[in-house]
């Protein structure tokens, strides 16, 4: 039998789903199945996507990008810039507090922003401009630039990992290889840590003493109305008993079902299915280029006549073409910074034998490498697999790690060589908000130690980079784009692996679902 009749079979027969106890009112609770289970509750130390998710629910920032992109005011009641370009002006909305009822603070943002920028790849690079930035009076932060930076307002702003959360001076003092000891936001939902389980899941309540802004909700801006008493995270990594969870209404939304089970859950006149992020997900191979043998670029180079997008897009999206693109390279196809260049090295004919024989005149003699794969997750253990049979295929000495994703996020971390517990490939995803422009891609750095984990360096993509940041001329920034495209060719910081688009689930009960991300203000449930 296949795997996906064998699936679809299960999940129509109605799999016991697990019994979540019932609020009175069932109105006031929402119950949401994430993509995987709450490792890390700090937002700066991890970079997953479900950190994210959780700090979108507990936290807030000062910009907030609209559906269009635009980054707007959001714990800010406004801004200036001095007419040299060098002094940022910023100031907080009166009544902004914390969820111990403590008031949010000039302090508060300026170590929040520090342990940000020492972390985040995209807030180093405002950091490296930054000359001094320090409280003015009680409700200000001004910060002093060594040149202008035109991207302030969008890196701040910026919804993808890791988020630039404002959270308290004394959490925010803490080093970046400390997790923050619990989670007190300003945001809508406040976090119940003694409510949650490791594994099984995260709950919160609406925040009682949250301003939200005035305007109206556009995906990370505007008002952040909580209309749901309760939100409670229940993970549930076998996807046909989330299936049948959903479809029995134990749950009111599955963030990622698989594509096997999206013609079932169609079907459902109770359950609605669209896409997510208009934008799309994208698969990323990361390699380790600071242990052998990925630390060798030719090596790297020979991967990508290996690599057929299709396949690993299939094992993500299934087979409809509507909803997975191939040929995809370094930018998100849909942006201005688009292009073509170089892309012969992935549209090309795959050719084995000819990977092969590229690997053995790069130098590769057989090194033990380890793909590190979350079993719990299912995009990066559908991709894992293809991922494994590709290297199989090609001669490597393959150690395929089958591992939960706690501890799989926890490996990426590491720096340490393979015998010490270390790691070579990994399988992972971007959105495409944050490939939209080099600036904020942070997969694409080449900054070495100061990189997203896999530390690759280019100083030729980190020079181009800074050149796209300081233009303000959209034909150079293209022209630009097509250089770093061409060098991340060259020295492969990762290898792209397709786009789709995926899609959530959640029954019609729910309404007020925005696009971009799960964020669990605007929503309202019918009884």
Not at 161 to 189: D, K, N, Y
Request: hydrophobic share 40%; net charge neutral.
């Amino acid at each position: 039998m296949r795997r996906r009749d064998l699936m679809l079979g299960v999940a129509a027969a109605s799999l016991a789903a697990p019994r979540l106890a019932r609020a009175a009112d069932p109105r006031s609770v929402l119950r949401f199945a994430p993509q995987a289970d709450l490792a890390s509750i700090d937002p700066i130390q991890s970079n997953a996507y479900v950190s994210r998710n959780h700090a979108a629910l507990v936290y807030d920032t000062l910009f907030g990008v609209d559906e269009n992109y635009r980054p707007l005011p959001q714990m800010l009641e406004g801004h200036t810039l001095s007419e040299d370009k060098l002094e940022w002006v910023l100031t907080l909305r009166e009544g902004l507090v914390f969820h111990d009822g403590q008031p949010v603070r000039p302090q508060d943002v300026v170590a929040s922003l520090r342990r940000w920028g020492q972390r985040d790849t995209y807030g180093q690079t405002l950091f490296v401009q930054v000359e001094e930035m320090a409280p003015q009076g009680e409700r200000a932060v001004r910060i002093r630039l060594k040149r202008p930076f035109r991207l302030l307002p969008d890196v701040l702003g910026k919804p993808a990992p890791q988020l630039p959360v404002i959270m308290q001076e004394r959490h925010a003092a803490l080093p970046t290889s400390a997790q923050v000891p619990e989670a007190i936001g300003s945001g809508p939902f406040r976090f119940l840590a003694g409510e949650r389980i490791p594994g099984s899941r995260a709950i919160y309540e609406r925040a009682p003493g949250y301003v939200p802004r005035q305007g109206s909700t556009s995906f990370w801006s505007g008002p952040k109305v909580a209309h749901i008493d309760r939100v409670e995270w229940h993970t549930l990594p076998d996807a046909a008993t989330a299936a049948a969870a959903l479809q029995s209404g134990e749950i009111d939304w599955w963030e990622q079902p698989p594509a096997d089970f999206l013609p079932m859950l169609r079907r459902n006149r109770n359950i609605k299915v669209e896409v997510m992020d208009n934008q799309g997900v994208f698969g990323v191979l990361r390699l380790n280029h600071l242990h052998p043998p990925f630390d060798n670029p030719a090596i790297r180079r020979a991967l990508l006549g290996a690599v057929n997008q299709a396949d690993f897009m299939m094992a993500v999206a299934g087979t409809d073409t509507q909803l997975w693109r191939a040929g995809i390279g370094y930018f998100q196809p849909d942006s201005p910074m688009a292009n073509d260049a170089g892309m012969a090295a992935l549209t090309g004919p795959r050719d084995l034998d000819k990977a092969r024989a590229a690997l053995r005149e790069a130098g590769y003699k057989g090194e033990r490498v380890v793909l590190a794969a979350p079993t719990d997750f299912p995009i990066m253990n559908a991709m894992s697999e293809v991922a494994g049979d590709m290297f199989r295929k090609l001669g490597f000495n393959l150690d395929y790690q089958a591992l939960d994703w706690a501890t799989v996020s926890q490996k990426l971390n590491s720096r340490a060589p393979l015998d010490q517990g270390g790691w070579s490939i990994n399988c992972n995803f971007a959105v495409g908000f944050g490939m939209r422009t080099p600036a904020a891609h942070s997969y694409l750095r080449g900054a070495g130690d100061a990189a997203l984990f896999g530390w690759p360096r280019s100083p030729r993509i980190e020079e181009l980079r800074q050149q796209w940041i300081d233009s303000n001329d959209e034909a150079e920034q293209k022209r630009l784009c097509r250089d770093i495209q061409l060098q991340a060719f060259e020295d492969v910081p990762y290898i792209p692996l397709g786009m789709f688009q995926q899609m959530t689930a959640y029954r019609t009960s729910l309404s007020g679902v925005l696009k971009g991300m799960p964020l669990f203000y605007n929503l309202r449930k019918q009884g």
